[in-house]
């Protein structure tokens, strides 16, 4: 993810400003730049690669200004490289910008802006912030950033640095975290907390729709419409390390807490605004391309592959397509019927895994379009596919994969309703209730993130448990495997998932006494039959935790515990449904004394066969 460090104070500020970003490389970052006031003009400097690299631009003679912004970038738009690199300058070169989070509009406002005789240097998004400041700057920087931010969408944390007003910084965030640090005659802004603990535990949390402008004399903050507003100072008391976490015990539930953010900005660029269609510029199949499909494989590993389950049920209904879901590791030896008209997506978090590259690879071989879906902008598996849909969830640092599985499944709903948008198998009705409704969804999830403390309690119940089964139907079979497998990897505790229906054929000889089964039965079209395979595991004195649609009254008479999640489309249902798992196997692993961030025997990128 990327970092944002600013200084103004009486000393230089290049150091500091590289120590900055240093304690922010935890987050992942690709290419890191610092912008500067040297003898009275700006000077950028930037590179792709560590901190070392800038380093080494840097040199020895770093220039003695004392006002400074820097940045490390985790791609988003374009690829890692000296240009796409922040900070990013306006056409005079005078104006620098560092920016975490995506402006949505960003093409709409790269296109007023050439018309405007703007000239770009990157691909990034970033990029038009530069050149709107330049465009509205008449003599006063704040002023110039307020025009702008009424014109941006999209989320924003971003730091403005003016040659023209040389003693100042002026700052603004939406839906992007950003911190002002209060020294003594020197002020910082860091996009999380650890950049700062070095030299100031006061701090302002800056709120959305806020600017803060920082001098030497000291720091102003005002709302969206310029007013000033009291500041109260936050008091920093966290460790180090607590920091780094964002105040959260474990890196997987500051993620699992990251979801909403992480889903919005996967998805709001891509539904128009008036739900009517998907846009996904990134797909560059014609509509005839799109309409020879004649089968989808989708191949992946672990969580991935899950996700992929996920997909194949929402585009089989909304695209009618057939889908087949594949593991990375049997597809490349299984000599798979490819022919032209298949339609391979790739699935994976890193874009890094052996198993799926090689299968990504024997898909081309054969002559198969490949379409990936990775959070990484410039991995392996983001450069060898034809197409590619970006998750934006940021790096994720815990083993278990938590926001990435999320904004992978956002990904398959929108590749389901723009394939079937293209081929005309989706009711135009039936669509726009969907994408209206995944707006509403990081909202939902963030409800369910509310009401941790109750999947909390619920988990001390798990501490002496060896085995526990997960079953659903139709989505929520695919979401009990990935809920089954949280819960094995992080806690230890042996977990498997089955369709509802399937348990009487064998398992169900396992079923036995205060043996816990989580339910899932959010398909109301499905609610019926899986309230009968309840009983089943019941009447074996298995101790039940279903799952259903706030509002459902039926659930409670047949299970020991119902977990509640907000009421959606039964299609959408799998983007909230696993919040609740996450949340349980983070707190049982957490009672049985395990290794959250790091479970036993597990790496976070699976590099090898
Ligand atoms: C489990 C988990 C793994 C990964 C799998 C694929 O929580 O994270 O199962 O999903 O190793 O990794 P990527 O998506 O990087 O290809």
Redesign the pocket.
Known sequence: MCGIVGYVGDKTAVPLLVEGLKKLEYRGYDSAGVAVLDEGSLTVKKSVGKLAALESKLGDEMPQTTVGIGHTRWATHGRPSDRNSHPHTDCTGKIAVVHNGIIENYLELREWLSGQEHAFSSETDTEVLPHLVEEFYTGNLEEAVHRVLGMVKGSYAMVVLHQDEPDKLVAARKDSPLVVGLGDGEYFIASDIPALLNHTRKTYILNDGEVAVLTRQGVKITDSKGNVIPKQVFQVNWSAEAAEKGGYDHFMLKEIHEQPRALRETISSRLAADNTHVILREVGMTAEEINKIRNIRIV??????YAGMVGKNVIEKLARIPVEVDIASEFRYCDPLLTPETLVVI???????AD?LAALREAKKNGCRVLAV??VVGSSVSREADDVIYTWAGPEIA????K??IT?LAAMYLLALYLGQVRGTVGQELAQELIAELKNIPGKVQRILDGAPLIRDLSQTFTDVEDAFFIGRGLDYAVSMEGS??LK?ISYIHAEAYAAGELKHGTLALIVDKVPVIALATQESLFEKTLSNIQEVRARDAKVIGMVFEGNNQMKKSADYVLYIPRTHQFLAPLLSVVPLQLLAYYVSLARGCDVDKPRN?A???TVE
């Open positions: 992946a590993c672990g969580t991935a592959s699935i994976s978090q890193s874009g890094e895994t799926t990775t959070n083993v278990a994969s938590t990435a599985y992978q497998l949280k990897e597990l976070k990128s699976v």
